[in-house]
């Protein structure tokens, strides 16, 4: 039903590889959608299945790779800077406005986890962006610092270090987000993550299960939510399973976002289960048909 090409866009001198999917039938001008992966993911994975999903129901969409991550440009690999990140949708955008088959009046930005926290984000003073969602949104920043204030303080006092050395040539140092192995002792969530990276499930080569350390002190100064409210008077639909640890974001976010956000929850699932499980992801997608249609109709 949809058409998927290589495609690459310039955020902030960097080049981005993205999928661009498109209706077989393209009539005028069409709707369009940015779609984002989580930290630590690439465009092959959940993005690519939103992105497809959404396509067939007639959207222009576009999964991407961040800079510094998958197939985009950006040294030191893995670099997570939520600043970047938040630049990267907006360049997005700026990508299908130029485009003759996308109606740069019409488009709108989906992120999934991390990148459901940069998306609201880059909406705050984006009003390109017309209508914004995100699935299994969460702050990045918040979601390493909360479980344990200490060790990530002990992050950010070692960044400096990191830059220093990666000036002068050294390794670069990396930090982790799942071990090499689980067992019954490890905690819930982070056992669904690592069956989702780190089996064939989800697995990909590009997809590098860390980021680099000097990230930190960026991300330490970054509020995903703080200026929700400034979407307004844009739609803001924000997606969690009344399952997931990371659902507190999406309630919180919705909260201070006003009358124009809405919280919608899919029973039963949990964060990772509205990444690839199709009893979850479908009612997920048909509430996405839903919003962008009604928010981006001609």
């Given at each position: ?14 080049q ?11 009539d ?6 940015v779609?984002?992966?989580?930290m ?16 067939d129901?007639?959207?222009?969409t576009l999964a ?15 670099l ?5 990140r ?11 406005s130029?485009r ?19 998306v ?24 390493f610092?909360?479980?344990?204030p ?28 799942l071990?090499?192995s ?7 969530a ?14 990909h080569?590009?997809s590098i299960?860390?980021?680099?350390l000097?990230?930190?002190?960026q991300?330490d100064?970054?509020d995903?939510y703080a200026?929700v409210a400034?979407?307004a008077?844009?739609?803001l ?7 997931a640890?990371t659902k ?6 919705v ?14 699932a ?26 981006l109709a001609?």
């Amino acid at each position: 039903m949809t058409t998927k090409s290589d495609v690459r866009f310039t955020s902030s001198g960097f080049q981005l590889a993205g999928h661009l999917y498109t209706p077989a039938e393209v009539d005028g001008r069409l709707p369009a959608i940015v779609v984002g992966h989580p930290m630590t993911g690439v465009k092959e994975q959940t993005a690519a299945l939103y992105a497809q999903r959404l396509a067939d129901q007639g959207f222009i969409t576009l999964a991407f790779d961040a800079a510094y991550q998958g197939e985009s440009e950006g040294e030191p690999r893995g670099l997570e800077d939520p600043f970047q990140r938040a630049d990267d949708f907006r360049n997005a955008v700026t990508y299908l406005s130029t485009r003759d088959d996308v109606d740069p009046e019409r488009i709108g930005v989906l992120g999934i986890c991390a990148s459901g926290g940069y998306v609201p984000f880059a909406a705050q003073t984006d009003h390109r962006m017309k209508a914004v969602a995100t699935v299994s949104g969460a702050d990045a920043t918040c979601f390493f610092r909360v479980p344990d204030p200490e060790a990530f303080a002990k992050l950010v006092d070692q960044a400096g270090a990191a830059r220093t050395a990666e000036a002068k040539g050294e390794e670069i140092p990396m930090v982790p987000v799942l071990p090499d192995s689980v067992d019954a002792s490890t905690p819930k969530a982070v056992a669904e993550f690592f069956d989702y990276y780190k089996t064939p499930r989800a697995q990909h080569p590009r997809s590098i299960g860390k980021f680099a350390l000097r990230s930190v002190d960026q991300l330490d100064q970054f509020d995903a939510y703080a200026g929700v409210a400034k979407i307004a008077p844009r739609p803001l639909l924000m997606i969690a399973g009344t399952e997931a640890e990371t659902k507190g974001f999406s309630e919180g976010a919705v909260a201070a976002g006003g009358e124009t956000a809405e919280l919608f929850e899919i029973d039963g699932a949990t964060h990772v289960d509205l990444y690839d499980v199709d009893q979850y992801v479908s009612q997920a997608a048909d509430k996405l048909t839903e919003f962008f249609t009604e928010n981006l109709a001609g």
